[in-house]
């Protein structure tokens, strides 16, 4: 059954629908960022120190009918990368423990020294990429809300790029990395300034929803 309506942000391109297109301003995660309050115990849950460089990664979804190998080839080249940089703490937050141990059978001294950390149950995302230095990701929903916190991302997703993503990139809040090259010279490894929390900007998403999903109920759409 076809929606009557729909409701989506306004940097996606409107198709030829027969259905109701309404819209609002920024990406949806702008709609809970603001609420986020930092809690800084998930560090010492995680161990991390503060002279670490914290790095939150997100392996590709190479099990999806979307996943293009060759995000796994950086996913590689970021792992490298990261070996080899000192007091470095990579937050690792596999698909499934298929990947996880496909993982630890490839970088098995990685997770020996404690430079690869995998949480032993669910952490808050919001606080994780809080309490990082960077987040790189081959998925899509932890690269929009580091870059609703403004927290430097990088996504090796290889797949098609949808609207959201160019639209951030376009911004300078996503860095796409779209080769081995792009591993060795886009990705800033550098702690970042953290202040106490972050900055509340409004894009006004939530207002425009509620209105529309007013204007909705009263039109009975």
């Known amino acids: 059954m076809r929606p009557s309506c729909m409701m989506y942000p306004e940097v996606i391109p409107s198709n030829s629908t027969k259905s109701r297109v309404m819209k609002y301003p920024g990406i949806k995660e702008d709609v809970y960022i603001p609420r986020f309050k930092p ?30 190998p060759e995000s796994d080839v ?26 996880e141990a496909a993982i630890r059978k490839t970088w098995p001294a ?25 987040v790189i990701s081959g998925g899509g929903t932890m690269n929009r809300e580091a870059a609703a916190l403004g927290v430097p991302v990088y996504s090796i997703f290889r797949g098609e790029t949808g609207a959201v993503d ?24 550098q702690q970042r300034h953290r202040p106490a929390e972050p900055e509340k900007a409004d894009s006004g998403a939530l207002k425009k929803i509620v209105d529309n999903v007013v204007s909705v109920i009263e039109a009975k759409c």
Do not use: C
């Not at 997100?58 to 996943?67: D, G, M």
């Open 74 to 99: 950086l996913l590689e080249a970021v792992l490298h990368r990261l070996s080899v940089r000192p007091h470095t703490k990579i937050v690792l937050l596999p698909r499934n423990q298929k990947q």
């Open 39 to 68: 809690d800084p115990a998930i560090t010492a849950y995680l161990g991390l120190r503060r002279d670490d460089l914290v790095v939150t990664l997100r392996p590709p979804a190479n099990e999806a009918h979307y996943h293009n």
């Open 166 to 189: 160019r639209y951030l990139a376009a911004a300078g809040r996503l860095v796409m990395v779209k080769s081995e090259e792009d591993v060795q010279t886009k990705i800033l490894l």
């Open 110 to 134: 990685l997770f020996a020294s404690g430079t690869i950390i995998v949480p032993d149950h669910a952490v808050d995302g919001l606080n994780l990429i809080w309490y990082s230095d960077l």
